[in-house]
């Protein structure tokens, strides 16, 4: 263990020996003290009535309470808050757009490859009976002149 991290460690163990006796020790040893004591306490307020003013009524937090928190903190960093302080109504117009224009983008697309795809095959089919007709006049020609001879 370095110097700093045995520092850090006894500072904190005495900050908690601190608060407990705080809260458990002076407030059970002053159960037992007259009235007399109780004028002077509301003059000077204790330690703990020190520490409900800056932490609030509820010190130290529950276990609860500090789980919720180590929550929030996670989810904070998970989904952090949307910034976007546009209305829903332009979002959505926005969005709206923004779909109809790609949807138009993509038919126009679509149609461009149709067509080449149809060019295409026609092109292909135009070849291939222009080789049937070619191959079938062929065909009569030999027929026709066997038939002659």
Excluded at 76 to 89: A, E, G, I, T, V
């Amino acid at each position: 263990m370095t110097e700093s991290t045995r520092n850090r460690f006894g500072f904190s163990v005495f900050f908690v020996i601190i608060i407990l006796i705080s809260v458990w020790i002076l407030p059970a040893a002053a159960d037992g003290v007259e009235n007399d004591d109780a004028a002077k306490k509301e003059e000077n307020p204790s330690l703990v009535k020190i520490i409900y003013g800056i932490f609030g009524k509820k010190f130290p937090p529950s276990s609860w309470e500090l789980i919720q928190g180590v929550m929030q903190k996670i989810q904070m960093k998970l989904y952090p808050p949307n910034l976007d302080f546009r209305s829903n109504s332009d979002k959505k117009n926005k969005e709206e757009e923004d779909k109809g224009e790609k949807m138009k983008e993509a038919a126009t697309r679509s149609l461009e490859v149709s067509k080449e795809a149809i060019e295409e095959s026609a092109r292909l089919a135009g070849g291939v009976v222009g080789d049937v007709v070619q191959k079938t006049a062929e065909k009569v020609t030999k027929q026709s002149s066997h038939d002659e001879l």
